[in-house]
């Protein structure tokens, strides 16, 4: 569970009281937003649109703050019966005398509402951690992972590997490129191996000369900070992913879990799904 983002004495502005008041109110059996007859839509995930007011929250996770006719006000809660809470609300004019529209979201624990409550755009500005954002994502794309939080950072395969009591080879990496264009390209092998960054570029259709982003470019690039990136989740999504053709002879794998002392384990299978990743070989130094 993620620490606050927000304090119970930010819902005291007008604003967060406004966007209360929607809240407050009974909405359709699946808001507009959320809400499909598609069996597999959010509202059939775990999801109600059960009202809750200002007194029922117990905790503030997280809370962005909107802006009339530009951003909505955001806010993830948990409520005083243990239940987790989401808020979106928008006003159409100038200040809250305007018409105010939205909707709310109840789950009954707090993954399943980041997952299917909220879009992974919402998730990334609402600030939450980013082993947290993984998880959701991940819930969301319906793949299983297995985010683990380290007692400190893994800056090598070797102490990844050391420390998660795995083999080097099931430690895999996700390097970031950018093209001559400027466009985000990913590789994703196995940790022990180099990459060579012209196989990759020919993989993906022939890009040409690849460049990998420097640590102050990896974030706005994918979402997630040097050294924590993982193998899926990325918002905003990179044009192309490789794999190294080894990486699938592994039945789980332990990639960047979002934050520098997490890792996250997942089947390779999923990680080409979730990507839409092509693969081939890719290494430097093939074995």
Request: aromatic content about 4%; glycine content about 12%; charged content about 25%.
């Amino acid at each position: 569970m993620p620490d606050d983002l927000g304090s119970l004495a930010d819902l005291d502005a007008d604003d967060w009281r406004a966007a209360f008041r929607l809240a407050g109110h009974p909405q359709p059996a699946c808001p507009h937003v959320l809400g499909h007859d598609d069996p597999d839509h959010p509202c059939r995930r775990g999801l109600s649109s059960a009202p809750f007011d200002r007194g029922s929250v117990a905790r503030v996770i997280a809370l962005a703050e909107g802006r009339p006719h530009e951003r909505p006000w955001i806010g993830v809660f948990e409520l005083a019966d243990g239940r987790f809470a989401a808020l979106r609300a928008s006003c159409c004019g100038a200040g809250w005398e305007c018409h105010v529209e939205g909707d709310s979201a109840v789950a009954l624990d707090l993954g399943t509402l980041l997952a299917h409550g909220l879009s992974a755009g919402e998730r990334r500005r609402l600030d939450l951690p980013g082993a947290v954002r993984l998880a959701a994502s991940c819930a969301a794309a319906g793949a299983r992972v297995e985010v683990r939080k380290l007692a400190g950072p893994t800056p090598t395969v070797a102490t990844a590997a050391l420390t998660l009591g795995v083999p080097v080879e099931a430690i895999v990496k996700t390097l970031v490129y950018r093209t001559r264009r400027g466009d985000v390209v990913l590789a994703i092998a196995a940790g022990p191996v180099r990459v060579n960054a012209a196989a990759v570029g020919e993989l993906l259709g022939g890009l040409g000369k690849l460049r990998l982003a420097s640590p102050g470019e990896v974030r706005a690039a994918v979402g997630y900070d040097a050294g924590a990136v993982p193998p899926v989740g990325h918002d905003p999504e990179p044009r192309a992913v490789a794999v190294d053709r080894a990486v699938l002879e592994r039945e789980r794998v332990w990639g960047g879990g979002g934050e520098v002392d997490a890792m996250a384990a997942l089947a390779p299978a999923d990680i080409v799904r979730l990507t839409r990743a092509r693969v081939g070989d890719i290494r430097a130094d093939p074995v």
